[in-house]
């Protein structure tokens, strides 16, 4: 009985494919540390760049370190003038569990301010240049006031609410007493956990911390006279000391995590829609915000 050639082409085809798709999930599984190879100490590096929004990805980049038994140390290079408070706070968080397993050192780039001073804290040594923008250290809570542009176009706006600071930080109405003074305790107390946090992880007690808790920048030399870093370094500085810290030679190998954690699948479709031209994204804006930077 004669094959059929379409049949046999088929077939072919098939093999192919089923090929390539067991090399691309055997270098995705040796990628996220599926499959375990022989090496030696390596040194994780993470990345922190820009306005801190979300902390899902950096969140999984940690445990990815935490968990990696090769991995000796990690080094997390920080360049964001700050972002979210929550955010943040997780960041930090996830940062003091890794270094209570492994080494943990920063680098700071251009900027390190507010946010991104926040998660350095969580570091036993913390690298920045001489001139790295650092600090920062308060919070700004802003509301946008729209009363007088209504006025002029004839808009104006009824409400119905449960409780009298239901729509507290409206932009359609002014801002009562009782409505600042709960903000600004709020406000108060989000600083205080800031401070505390820089308190521990800098060990500086809170009363020599007042006088630069204020919001004011720092320099990188200036942060270092101030107690607020450990050394002016750029980061290979930083890869040599945490190299020698681990006994990992003059030419340790870095490990950078994987940027997008997500299956096989799901991957291949992203990179296909991101060649179609289509871009996809979640943007869930809640009420206002509390932010680290300005």
Not at 87 to 106: C, H
Not at 288 to 293: K, V
Request: proline share 5%.
């Amino acid at each position: 009985m004669k094959k059929r050639p379409f049949l046999v082409a088929a077939c072919a085809v098939g093999g192919v494919f089923v090929f390539f798709l067991l090399v691309i999930l055997a270098a995705g599984m040796l990628r996220q540390g599926s499959f375990h190879v022989p090496a030696g100490a390596r040194i994780g590096i993470i990345k922190v760049r820009g306005t801190i929004t979300d902390s899902e990805l950096l969140l999984q980049q940690i445990d990815q370190f935490r968990k990696q038994k090769t991995v000796k140390a990690v080094i997390l290079r920080v360049d964001s003038p700050g972002g979210g408070v929550g955010p943040s706070q997780e960041i930090y968080e996830e940062l003091k569990r890794l270094a209570a397993e492994k080494p943990l050192v920063v680098s700071m780039g251009s900027v390190a301010a507010s946010g991104g001073y926040y998660i350095a804290v969580a570091a036993q040594r913390i690298f920045a240049n001489p001139g790295t923008i650092t600090g920062s250290i308060g919070v700004i809570m802003s509301f946008p006031d729209y009363q007088e542009l209504m006025g002029k176009v004839g808009v104006k706006t009824e409400v119905v609410k449960s409780g009298r600071f239901k729509d507290i930080g409206s932009s359609t109405r002014d801002f009562t007493v009782e409505d600042r003074a709960l903000l600004q305790g709020l406000i108060d107390d989000v600083h205080l956990q800031f401070i505390e946090a820089v308190s521990a992880g800098r060990k500086l007690p809170v009363e020599q911390l007042l006088p630069l808790v204020d919001g004011r920048i720092f320099t990188g030399r200036q942060a270092l006279e101030e107690g607020l870093i450990d050394e002016l370094g750029s980061l290979p500085d930083a890869v040599r000391y945490t190299a020698q810290l681990i006994g990992a030679g003059d030419d340790p190998e870095l490990l950078y995590p994987d940027e997008q954690p997500t299956g096989l699948w799901e991957r291949y479709l992203n990179s296909a829609v991101t060649r179609l031209g289509f871009d996809l994204k979640l943007n869930s804006p809640v009420g206002p915000q509390f932010i680290w930077s300005r």
